[in-house]
């Protein structure tokens, strides 16, 4: 065989070998909890099996309730409901589910919220967009609009629900998960498994990777997600998504247009009777998780550290662990490759995690009641 074959052929294989490794990924399952955990934790108040936190400029907090109610809550735990909340299908893990503040808010006073809405067919998952309207110690949501529907409706739980703005504060993001149709997350006419992207206003951006297309297709920025649970731009302006797997392989991902992240047509987990499903490292046309855990973690909740309380952990990911129990923390390296750098047992499932202004940390239980806890740093 001539020099420059066997130089080539090796070459090749050292290039099949990296594209194997890095469709293995880093797999975090097997982690201990650390032995120190450097905050205290301070439980401020409680309610009736919470979703999500979003903060307000003034660092009141807005927390939703998976049986359909929302609160502003100050951070000595004084609550207000707010009324005027839209009707939700809640059963199982449907509900009321993710709320976010807009990019706008300072002048427009709206707010975005996810959910299950009653349906004939079967519940549909539902972004509105309301002004939240604050008077006489009242609070209450007015001029609701849905600006998104899931068409068509039904399916089981995995709803997805999770809101995002990029960092220009143009486009709006929203997971959608699988509703326990798994197939239906690769069929490009249904919004299942699918990340899509949206103008504030609903309307499907002209630059999305299929515009040129109509319905589901146009707003879709990309495909193959099974129950996707947290969606978060890093400080570098790159968005990561996690998802939870079937009987193993909950991922953490890098969320790039227009590509295929293979649910459920791979994964590094199996299906919960057992059956096997191949690997990321058999279809190296699909994108593989960097990081993944196997056992699971089942995450819930992804906030992105760029607080002064915690200056250690500035760039890190904080993602809550439901099966895990945990609040887990994620850095970073140089290249860009994530890994599991610390994990804390909170001794309850973690629904989700919020970065408040002054840099403090802020977690909720799934649970009834759930506490909502206030971490700052351990003295």
């Known amino acids: 065989m001539a020099l420059k074959t066997v130089i080539g052929l090796a070459l090749a294989l050292g290039w099949l070998a990296a594209d194997v490794a890095q469709a293995d990924g880093i797999n975090a399952g097997g982690r201990r909890v650390s032995a120190v955990q450097p905050f205290n934790a301070q439980t401020v108040a409680e309610f009736d099996t919470p979703w999500a936190i979003a903060f307000l400029p003034d660092g009141r907090m807005l927390i939703t309730e998976k049986p359909g109610r929302i609160y502003i809550v100050t951070q000595s735990g004084q609550k207000t409901e707010i009324g005027n909340v839209p009707a939700v299908a809640a059963r199982g893990q449907n509900g009321l589910l993710d709320i976010a503040i807009s990019p706008t808010f300072a002048t427009t006073s709206q707010v975005y919220i996810s959910y299950t809405e009653p349906s004939t067919e079967g519940s549909r998952l539902v972004l509105t967009r309301a002004v939240l309207s604050l008077a006489n110690d009242r609070a209450m949501l007015s001029e609701p609009t849905v600006i998104w529907r899931q068409t068509p409706a039904g399916g089981g739980g995995q709803p997805g629900g999770i809101i995002a703005f990029d960092p220009a504060g143009t486009h709006l993001f929203l997971t959608v998960g699988d509703r326990m149709q798994p197939t239906s997350a690769q069929d490009p006419r249904q919004a299942r498994g699918k990340v899509l992207r949206l103008n504030l206003d609903g309307a499907t951006p002209s630059d999305n990777p299929m515009a040129e297309d109509k319905g589901v297709r146009a707003q879709t920025w990309t495909t193959g997600h099974r129950n996707p649970y947290g969606l978060a731009f890093a400080p570098d302006g790159r968005l990561w998504l996690h998802e939870m797997g079937p ?133």
């Not at 649910?263 to 058999?282: E, M």
């Not at 089942?298 to 200056?311: I, T």
């Not at 952990?313 to 490759?337: C, P, Y």
């Open 247 to 379: 009987r193993g392989g909950d991922e953490l991902n890098l969320i790039e247009p227009g590509k295929n992240y293979g649910w459920p047509l791979v994964s590094n987990g199996d299906n919960y009777d057992g059956t096997p499903i191949p690997r990321h490292a058999t279809r190296p046309d699909l994108t593989a998780p960097p990081l993944y855990w196997d056992p699971v973690i089942a995450p819930a909740g992804l906030a992105f550290y760029d607080g002064a309380l915690f200056p250690q952990w500035k760039g890190s990911a904080l993602i809550g662990g439901l099966r895990a129990h945990a609040l887990v923390r994620v850095a970073f390296r140089g290249d860009g490759q994530p890994d599991e750098a610390e994990r804390w047992d909170m001794g309850e499932r973690i629904r989700d995690v919020a970065v408040a202004p002054d840099g403090a940390v802020w977690i909720i239980e799934d649970d009834s009641p759930g506490r909502l806890k206030r971490l700052t740093p351990a003295k």
